[in-house]
C-alpha cells in the first residue's frame, strides 16, 4: 500500500539547511498497523504530514497504492486527502462552533457526499458518541474530541489512516480507550500508521519502525 524509497526532506532555518529525513526507505502492507517511534526530532511527524500528503519530500518516491504522491500538486493533495487518507493528530484540530456531528459530515460534505448525515451518525456510533452529536466539541473531554476526532478521520472510508501522537493529550484510560478503538479499527481491515513516544501504544501495533536523527533505525514486529 505504502511504498517510500530514499525519502529526504529538509527546512531551512535561517541560513542553515536541517535535514530532517536523510533517507527512509520503508513499505506498509494492507492491513498493517505500524508504529513510527523515536525521539524527539527524529522524524517522525514529517514522516506522517509526508504520508499524509500535508507536505511534499525534497527528494526519493512516495508511492500510495501504486500512485506517485510526491509530485502531484497541492490541489491533488487536497483531494488525495479528503478521498483517500484519514489524519488524526495530537491536538485533535476539531472546528469550536460548529457541532460534534457537523464536524464529522464536513469531508463528506466536501466530497459531495449525499448521506453525509447518515454516515456522520454511524461514524460517531461506532466510537461511542453518537449521543453527544448535537454538542461543541469545546463541551467535551479531551478524550471524547481525539474520538470525534478519529470519526471524522474515518467517515469517508480511507484506505489508509495516519496518526501523529494521537494519545499525547489523553489521560492513560482515555487513551487505553482510544487505542482500543484503532485495534478494533485494524481488525475491521484498516490500514494504520501511528506516530508515538508511547510504549504501550506502540505495543498494541504488529510492527514498530524506529527512526533516529531522520534515518530509520529498526524495522520489527512487536
Ligand atoms: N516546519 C519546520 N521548520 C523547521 N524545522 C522543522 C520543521 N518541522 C520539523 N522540523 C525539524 O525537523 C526535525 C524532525 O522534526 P519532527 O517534528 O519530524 O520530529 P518528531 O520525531 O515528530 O519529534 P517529536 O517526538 O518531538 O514530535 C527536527 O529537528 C525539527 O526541528
Ligand atoms: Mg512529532
Known amino acids: 500500500m505504502i511504498a517510500v524509497r530514499n525519502l529526504r526532506k529538509s527546512y531551512r532555518l535561517g541560513s542553515e539547511t ?14 498493517e498497523m505500524v508504529a513510527i517511534t523515536g ?23 512516495y508511492l500510495l497504492n501504486g500512485e506517485t504522491v510526491a ?52 461514524a460517531l456510533e461506532a466510537v461511542g458518541l453518537a449521543d453527544e452529536r448535537g454538542r461543541d466539541p469545546e463541551q467535551l473531554s479531551a478524550g471524547q474530541r481525539q474520538r470525534v476526532a478519529l470519526a471524522r478521520a474515518v467517515v469517508a472510508g480511507p484506505e489508509l489512516l495516519l496518526a501523529d501522537e494521537p494519545t499525547g493529550r489523553l489521560g492513560s484510560e482515555s487513551g487505553r480507550e482510544f487505542m482500543e478503538l484503532l485495534t478494533v479499527l485494524n481488525r475491521r481491515g484498516q490500514t494504520l500508521v501511528v506516530a508515538t513516544h508511547d510504549r504501550q501504544v506502540a505495543a498494541a501495533c504488529g510492527r514498530t519502525i524506529a527512526l533516529r536523527d531522520g534515518r530509520m533505525e529498526a524495522d520489527a514486529p512487536c
Open 71 to 122: 509530485t502531484l500538486s497541492a490541489d491533488r493533495r487536497a483531494t488525495l486527502r479528503n478521498r483517500r487518507l484519514g489524519l488524526v493528530f495530537e491536538t485533535f484540530t476539531l472546528l469550536p462552533r460548529v457541532s460534534v456531528l457537523e464536524n464529522v459530515e464536513l469531508p463528506l460534505l466536501y466530497a459531495g457526499r449525499r448521506d453525509a448525515k447518515q454516515a456522520a451518525i454511524q
Open 18 to 31: 536541517l535535514w530532517a529525513l536523510k533517507g527512509v526507505d520503508m513499505e506498509v502492507a494492507k492491513g
Open 39 to 61: 525521539p524527539s526530532g527524529s522524524g517522525k511527524s514529517t514522516l506522517l504530514r509526508i504520508l499524509g500528503g500535508l507536505e511534499t519530500a525534497d527528494e526519493g518516491e
